[in-house]
């Protein structure tokens, strides 16, 4: 009692007080909370955790209701913020959507009638029955006389294309072109990265180390079995050095009759 009366009296002398002392010792102030925080993080997440926990349990209304607001006024970011984690949490969506069936099974049930008389529901119904169909088809197709033959047909080049393919390349040589190409060689994006041959198998490319760099997984798509100049120039890409380097390589692998093989690490 008797503390707070003399805090309540010279309050205004603290409050500068304290101010003084924050604006000549603010550098050792924030290393040592930051010290404190990395030492006690777990506690200290837990106890923010349940603090907010208490505070949303008591102002549950009011909490989804200004959720509820923030959301309409900013309804594109929300959807596309929604849809991302969607795509990232796809398991967890699933099942929390089964437990929600088994939980309310009369008022799924009438949800999902609604929505497969909805517009939107109406055309993906009509498109998932176009992919069945075309599935059922694809499939008794590959039955049918003309579609064994192809079916053979199809092995049998297949076999000749890896009989004749050079095949050196090795699974350390797939960890030395990671190590060194951590980005797609093409567009320079980091995410999806994907073995690439520069000279596609069925264009009589080698499957080995000089044939290989990395690449992200749209550019890998893109290219396909194209020429990779032509399909540079078709993109407005610099062929990468590593590209012209490596072909130049093999042009005097192929040529000259030496064999360069990967630097083992
Ligand atoms: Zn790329």
């Known amino acids: 009692m008797g503390e707070n009366r003399y805090y309540k009296k010279n309050r205004k002398r603290i409050l500068l007080y304290k101010r003084d002392y924050y604006k000549k010792?603010?550098?050792?102030?924030?290393?040592k909370a930051k010290k404190h925080y990395q030492e006690n993080k777990n506690k200290i997440k837990k106890g923010r955790r349940a603090y907010w926990k208490k505070y949303y349990d008591k102002n549950k209304i009011k909490v989804l209701e200004k959720n509820k607001k923030y959301n309409k006024e900013n309804k594109e970011k929300y959807?596309?913020?929604?849809k991302?984690?969607?795509k990232n949490n796809r398991e967890k969506v699933n099942e929390y959507a089964r437990e929600r069936y088994k939980k309310y099974p009369e008022k799924q049930k009438a949800l999902r009638q609604k929505y497969e008389k909805s517009e939107k529901g109406r055309v993906k119904i009509k498109e998932r029955q176009k992919q069945k169909k075309y599935k059922e088809y694809q499939s008794s197709y590959w039955k049918t006389e003309k579609g064994k033959i192809k079916n053979k047909i199809?092995?049998?080049k297949r076999r000749l294309l890896t009989k004749n393919t050079i095949n050196t390349l090795t699974e350390n040589d797939i960890k030395i072109i990671q190590n060194r190409d951590k980005k797609c060689v093409y567009c320079g994006r980091d995410k999806?990265?994907?073995f690439?041959?520069?000279t596609p198998l069925n264009k009589r490319g080698e499957n080995s180390f000089l044939n290989g760099v990395m690449a992200c997984e749209s550019c890998n798509k893109s290219k396909r079995d194209r020429d990779v100049?032509?399909?540079c120039k078709l993109k407005g890409y610099n062929v990468p050095k590593i590209i012209i380097d490596n072909l130049k390589n093999l042009e005097l692998n192929t040529h000259g009759g030496k064999n360069v093989k990967s630097k083992t690490s």
């Open 196 to 198: 690439e041959h520069i």
């Open 154 to 156: 199809r092995g049998h």
């Open 25 to 31: 010792n603010r550098k050792k102030i924030l290393e």
């Open 84 to 86: 991302k984690w969607v």
């Open 79 to 82: 959807s596309k913020y929604r």
């Open 229 to 231: 100049f032509g399909w």
């Open 192 to 194: 999806n990265l994907t």
